[in-house]
């Protein structure tokens, strides 16, 4: 049972490098979402979606694209990597309806810009 | 003032101490809670929502006063296994885009 699956666990980028942080999660969730923690802020959401081919925008979501062409997928993209992106990403999804419904996390990504 | 605060801790309690946690909201259109743990380095997992007539799930106590805006999380009999982050969560809203996170409480246990 995988659950929500994250990759990379680790990345190191140099300052205008791009990439994809890539999520997926085989519960037949509607909503997934991308978060970042950074020590001291907590939880910030970056962009989240309720469905395929649906997505929005989180608290924090410059610098970073998402799309949903699936319902198991939501990468997340760098466009142009900078030192203020080094930070823990998590995805999570969950079922849409029902208040109640559970966030299920990812194992996490840990980025570092330099 | 942040939406939902928390006090950041950290506490440090001896094995079988009993613990409170407070979280207050800002956002009176919050509509539901939760409490979530967080393992040093790991993903947030869901300990429990929090209902209006207070919930207790084994040795954890939730409970949400709304006319103060107040969340708190009780622990008793506290072990060494419990000690983590522990996250306050509002919804606002009806959409899960709109879940809001506490920066977090650490607890430490300790024999």
């Known amino acids: 049972n995988a659950g929500v699956t994250q990759t990379p666990k680790f990345q190191v980028l140099k300052t205008g490098q791009s990439m994809t942080l890539q999520c997926a999660q085989d519960m037949n969730h509607e909503y997934m979402s991308w978060y970042r923690q950074d020590p001291g802020m907590g939880l910030r959401l970056i962009h989240y979606s309720v469905g395929a081919g649906i997505t929005d925008q989180g608290e924090v979501p410059n610098g970073y694209n998402v799309s949903r062409s699936t319902t198991e997928d939501f990468p997340l993209r760098l466009l142009s990597a900078a030192p203020s992106q080094t930070s823990v990403y998590f995805c999570?999804?969950?079922?849409?309806?029902?208040?109640?419904?559970?966030?299920?996390f990812g194992n996490g990504t840990r980025l570092t810009v330099t | 003032r942040k939406e939902v605060e928390q006090d950041p801790g950290p506490f440090n309690v001896p094995e079988g101490a009993t613990v409170a946690f407070n979280c207050t909201y800002s956002n009176s259109a919050s509509q539901s809670f939760f409490w979530y743990r967080q393992d040093c380095r790991k993903e947030p997992k869901l300990l429990m929502s929090?209902?209006?007539s207070g919930n207790e799930d084994g040795r954890f106590t939730a409970q949400l006063n709304r006319a103060s805006q107040y969340i708190s999380l009780l622990i008793r009999d506290s072990k060494l296994s419990d000690s983590a982050t522990y996250l306050c969560v509002a919804l606002r809203g009806g959409s899960q885009g709109n879940l809001i996170f506490g920066k977090g409480t650490k607890l430490s246990v300790k024999p």
């Open positions: 999570a999804s969950s079922y849409l309806k029902g208040a109640n419904s559970p966030l299920h």
């Open positions: 929090v209902y209006s």
